[in-house]
Each structure stands twice: as structure tokens, then as C-alpha cells.
């Protein structure tokens, strides 16, 4: 019986294959789009954690402070990964290497202007901006702290970025899958229609529904499937020429591909989805 | 085999189909359904076959009550059931061979029997030596002998042929109502519906006349 299911639904394919293969791009093109959008999510998110890694705290201290004290006390805090104490003269050194040339106007100053510093470091899990905020506020009340910097402003919008491309997501997703249904649903009722005699007949004769939509349940399938393999394959190349152009923009930056793990989901879902599509449009014809 | 008790139809909410129609046909039996067009012969037989549904009354039919009938009971009825219509409907990308086998298939015939029986068939319908040809290149009376031999395929109980010979010279129809009789000696019930009268006229069959949905007459002729 199954071998008749899919013979027969690989022949509905083959005899319509100018449709098939245009509903297969449609599907397709629909699926590239959310893997697109997949893609950037996960370079966002990698980037993310790039610049994570650079979010430094830097706490500036008054002068006569008790810096060692004032170390234990930051290094309490649970989000605080590593200390780094600048005192003021190892700041002056750096700032004069920095000036070059220019370094006799600090000369004529006389005094160090330069106050020593903390670079606190922050653990990986808690580099958002909603850690981050109450350690600043914390840090800033320790005494003899004079003044705190942190990169507030981009963290705050590459964590809320991300927030909004997760919601986007699902609503892109669910707005793609529902027209891919819509997509092989329409094709395979093109199909029922050009064998709308066909199945009447079958009813005569006495087949069930189970067997009357066997071949359609395949094709649905198929078509779905291959949608998937070919946007995968298409996503690869596209993924190919934008990462080559990456490479010279950000230069460091790795451009990352979806994992295995994410890849096959997709001409699975497409399986899925195709299968429900001609669910749908058979529901009616059925009857 | 067959039995109607109080039968009405009707269509688009009050035109009435059949009114009150009560019909009992015997297991093994040869009737004809005769009256003018639109006196409700169809109707009769798509209820039958439940390709309507009464709206009154009750309807036995192979051991089924119709009133009771579950949807997904209906293909099992039907394969108790052969059904040969007016326009043959026979599927014009497969060959006559190909057309028989295919309804064999569609009730679950293991492969293995498939030819014997469908060639049996052909055989009844004298088309073997056409096995191989497409409907289309077929006259009108061997068409529906390629009707009824898929019809007769998988050994139904009762045959229901509406206008049979609607679009058959004469000597093709009395070729049809032939067959029919070897399929009735085999024990097999048949009902059909004409409004020719030339294939029942002193055919010694009981005749049932409908008239405006009712039935007008019955007896032998």
C-alpha cells in the first residue's frame, strides 16, 4: 500500500513538473528568508558576545584611596570577573606614549593630573545591561571611588536588539510557515482539480479516504522537503559571498554559518509543513 | 437485499426528488427503474449508493442500514456495490486492462490475483482481445463494457446501472442488457435505470415505474 502512495505521488509530481518546481522555489524562497534572518540572528548574537568581552568597567579612584581594600571590596560583587589596577603614574606613561610629540604639555603641567584607576572585568554571563547597571550603581557608592565608566549606551541597545529580533522572529516564522502551507495547499489543489474525475471515481469504487489521499499526502511532503534541501544549498551560497565581503569590513570578525543542529531542521519542517498544506486543501475535497 | 421504507428527497429545501418511495428487491433479482426524465430514477440510485442522502424514510441496503451508515463505513458499502453510469466515466490515461485492475487495487486485491480476475472480467465483457487499448479509441458500447467489467471486478452483491445505454445504439444496448443477465445468473442483484423501454419490453422482469418522484406502477413485462 505505501509503495503505492509513493509511486503514485511521484507520478503526480512528474506529470506536473513545471508546477512542482515552481511551488518548490516558492517554498523555498520563503524558508531562505527565515534562515537569512536565522543567520543574522546568530552573527548578532555572536557579535554580542565579541563585544562582550570588551565591556570593561572603568572606575576611577581619589587620590590617598585604599585601592587594595577598595579591590576586595568590588571583587565581592558575584558579576566582577578580574581587577586590573592603572595606578596614576603607569597611567601617565601611557598617556605620554599615546601623545608621542606632543608630550611636553604635560611636561609644563608639572603635577600628575592623571587619577589611578580599576578595570573591572565582567563574567560572561552577566554582560547585559541589566547586570551591569546595578554593579556600576554598587561600585559608584564604594568610597573613594571618584567617578565610573562603562560602555552603557550600546549595551543597552545591542541587548535590547537582540530582545526584538527573538520576537521578530517567531512573528517572521510562524508568518512563513503559515504561508508555505498556504503555498503547497494551492499547488496541490491544482493537482485535485486536473484529478477531480480520478477521485470521484475512486469514491465509486470504494476507496477510502485514507487511500485517496495517500499519493497527495506525498507530494505535499516531497515538495515541502525539497524546498527545504534547496534553500539550505541556497542559503550556503548566499552565506558564501556576504561572509566574503565581511572579511574585509571587520576584519577579526568570523561571519558564523547555522549549525548542523539548526540545518536540518529546515527541510524537515518543510516535510512537515508540505505534508499539512495538502492536509488542508484535500479537507474540502473530500467531503 | 434492497429495501426502501418511506423514501423522500428533496432538493434545495422543498422541490421534492422522491416522495414517499417504498421498494423491496429481492436477493438475485433483475429490475428495471423506468419513467420519464426527471421522475427521480438517478435520485433512486445515488441514494443507494449513498451519493445522497435521504431526507425521510429508511434504506437497507447489502446488510447496511443507510440511516446509520458511519462516513467512514460509506467505501465499505460501496464495494458491495458496482455502479456503472451513462457516461461510462472510465479514466482515459489508463488502458482497459489497466482501468479494471485499477479498481481492484483501490479495495486492496493482492497484486497476484489482480490479472487473473481482471482478465475473468474482460473476459465476461468480451474486451480481452482490447486489454491494451485506451478508452478513447474504443466505440461507446465497448466502453461500457469496460464499465461494467470494472464494476463487476471485485464481486459485488449488487449492480446499479443508471441509463446504461443512454448513449448506445441498439444493438450495443441489447449486447449490455446481455451481460447484465450473465452477471444477474451469477446470483449478483441488478437495478437498472432507463427510460428505454425497448430493454425491458417483454423481458419478463418486474418493471417499476416513477412518476414526479413517486412510484407509478410496478409488474412483470
Known amino acids: ?287 | 437485499m434492497i429495501e426502501m421504507l418511506n423514501v423522500t428527497k428533496y432538493y434545495d429545501g422543498n422541490s421534492t426528488a422522491l416522495v414517499d418511495v417504498n421498494l423491496k428487491v429481492e436477493k438475485g433479482e433483475f429490475i428495471f427503474i423506468t419513467g420519464p426524465s426527471g421522475a427521480g430514477k438517478t435520485t433512486l440510485l445515488k441514494l443507494l449508493f449513498y451519493a445522497e442522502i435521504a431526507d425521510e424514510g429508511q434504506i437497507l441496503i447489502a446488510g447496511w442500514d443507510l440511516y446509520k451508515l458511519s462516513k467512514r463505513s460509506i467505501p465499505y458499502l460501496r464495494r458491495n456495490i458496482g455502479i456503472v453510469f451513462q457516461d461510462f466515466k472510465l479514466l482515459t490515461n489508463m488502458t482497459v486492462f489497466e482501468n479494471v485492475a485499477f479498481a481492484m487495487r483501490v479495495v486492496g486485491t493482492p497484486y497476484k490475483e489482480i490479472r487473473q480476475k481482471a482478465l475473468n472480467v474482460l473476459k465476461l465483457a468480451g474486451l480481452v482481445h482490447k486489454a491494451d487499448d485506451y478508452p478513447l479509441r474504443l466505440s461507446g458500447g465497448e466502453q461500457q463494457r469496460v464499465a461494467i467489467a470494472r464494476a463487476v471486478g471485485n464481486e459485488p452483491t449488487i449492480l446499479l446501472a443508471d441509463e446504461p445505454t443512454g448513449n448506445l445504439d441498439n444493438r450495443s444496448a441489447s449486447a449490455i442488457i446481455e451481460i447484465f443477465k450473465e452477471i444477474n445468473s451469477k446470483g449478483t442483484t441488478v437495478l437498472v435505470a432507463t427510460h428505454n423501454e425497448n430493454l425491458f419490453t417483454s423481458s419478463g422482469r418486474r418493471v417499476i415505474t416513477l412518476d414526479s418522484g413517486r412510484v407509478a406502477g410496478e409488474g412483470l413485462r
Open chain 1, 1 to 287: 500500500m505505501i509503495s503505492y502512495h509513493l509511486s503514485e505521488g511521484l507520478r503526480n509530481i512528474s506529470r506536473n513538473k513545471l508546477l512542482t518546481l515552481t511551488a518548490i522555489f516558492t517554498i523555498s524562497v520563503s524558508m531562505m528568508i527565515f534562515g537569512i534572518f536565522l543567520i543574522l540572528f546568530l552573527n548578532l548574537n555572536l557579535l554580542h558576545e565579541g563585544w562582550g568581552e570588551r565591556i570593561q568597567i572603568t572606575v576611577y579612584l581619589k587620590d590617598d584611596t585604599d585601592k587594595d581594600g577598595l579591590i576586595k571590596e568590588i571583587k565581592k560583587e558575584k558579576e566582577v570577573a578580574e581587577v586590573i589596577y592603572t595606578s596614576k603614574e603607569k597611567a601617565l606613561a601611557e598617556f605620554r606614549k599615546e601623545l608621542g610629540r606632543e608630550k611636553e604639555v604635560l611636561d609644563s603641567i608639572g603635577e600628575n593630573p592623571l587619577p589611578a584607576s580599576l578595570d573591572v572585568s565582567v563574567k560572561k554571563e552577566y554582560r547585559s545591561s541589566e547586570f551591569i547597571e546595578p554593579l556600576v550603581e554598587t561600585i559608584k557608592m564604594l568610597s573613594g571611588v571618584e567617578e565610573v565608566h562603562y560602555g552603557e549606551e550600546w549595551v543597552k541597545d545591542l541587548t535590547s536588539l537582540l530582545k526584538g529580533l527573538r520576537v521578530t522572529g517567531l512573528f517572521l516564522g510562524s508568518l512563513l510557515a503559515l504561508g508555505i502551507i498556504f503555498i503547497t495547499s494551492n499547488t496541490i489543489r491544482l493537482t485535485l482539480y486536473a484529478r477531480q474525475e480520478e477521485i470521484e471515481i475512486m469514491k465509486f469504487i470504494g476507496a477510502t479516504k485514507g487511500f485517496i489521499r495517500g499519493p497527495f499526502l506525498v507530494e505535499g511532503a516531497l515538495q515541502g522537503f525539497g524546498a527545504g534541501v534547496l534553500s539550505v544549498l541556497l542559503l550556503y551560497l548566499f552565506y558564501s559571498i556576504a561572509a566574503y565581503g565581511i572579511d574585509f569590513r571587520l576584519p577579526g570578525f568570523n561571519p558564523g554559518f547555522l549549525a548542523l543542529s539548526a540545518l536540518i531542521p529546515i527541510p524537515l519542517s518543510g516535510f512537515l509543513l508540505g505534508l499539512l498544506g495538502s492536509l488542508f486543501s484535500m479537507g474540502r475535497f473530500l467531503k
